[in-house]
């Protein structure tokens, strides 16, 4: 038992660090959401309701968001008609408790890995609030591919950008790419 643990400890190591940290960041996460009831909504998700409606109102200067007390959503209007709805699960948060748990398990130099952890949220964060504008904009448009944009085409562009994230980490800065590199 004890070789295989010797054989496997990296890869043991990376799976600890990686549950452990979306563990805890997950369990945060959810004590952040606790605090706003269950018929509130968040300041993370109003927030990305804010800057979907402002990069909605580069293109259609009536866009608007309406908030409705008592609901876990955000309505966004765009051309005078209800194109969505946007709840918790749509600011990216879980996308980015993921991403973070992947660097730290694969991690580097303290400030090269805070900087990239910094960094790639803030890209994740933007990406999405372009996503879910583009989305609105598709669906006006395409209402009868309603679902296959929201349940597959976006999904997979904002999880193939943070696989594309990943991979650069690995890659380029995570001490698993320096160990690499000297073998």
């Keep these: 038992m004890k070789k295989y643990f010797s054989i496997y400890k990296p890869f043991l190591l990376f799976l600890g ?25 968040d300041s993370i998700t109003l927030k990305v309701a804010q800057n979907t409606q402002q990069v909605l109102q580069w293109l259609e200067p009536n866009s608007v968001r309406i908030e409705e007390s008592g609901t876990n959503y ?43 952890i910094l960094g790639g949220s803030l890209l994740i964060y933007i990406l999405n609030v372009f996503r879910i504008a583009a989305l ?3 669906l006006y448009h395409f209402p009868e591919y309603g679902s296959l944009l929201h349940d597959i085409i976006f999904p997979l562009f ?19 790419a320096k160990n690499t590199i000297q073998s």
């Excluded at 660090?17 to 909504?41: A, K, N, R």
């Design 17 to 41: 660090t990686f549950f452990l940290t979306y563990i805890v960041l997950s369990l945060l996460y959810d004590y952040y959401l606790s605090s706003f009831g269950v018929d509130g909504l």
């Design 74 to 116: 955000v309505k966004l209007w765009y051309h005078q008609k209800g194109i969505a709805r946007i709840i918790e699960g749509c600011n990216a948060i879980s996308v980015i408790i993921l991403f973070i748990a992947f660097v730290v398990a694969f991690s580097g130099k303290l400030k090269t890995t805070l900087l990239f």
């Design 136 to 138: 609105c904009v598709l």
């Design 158 to 176: 904002i999880y193939g950008v943070v696989f594309l994230l990943w991979v650069i980490w690995v890659t380029n800065f995570s001490k698993y």
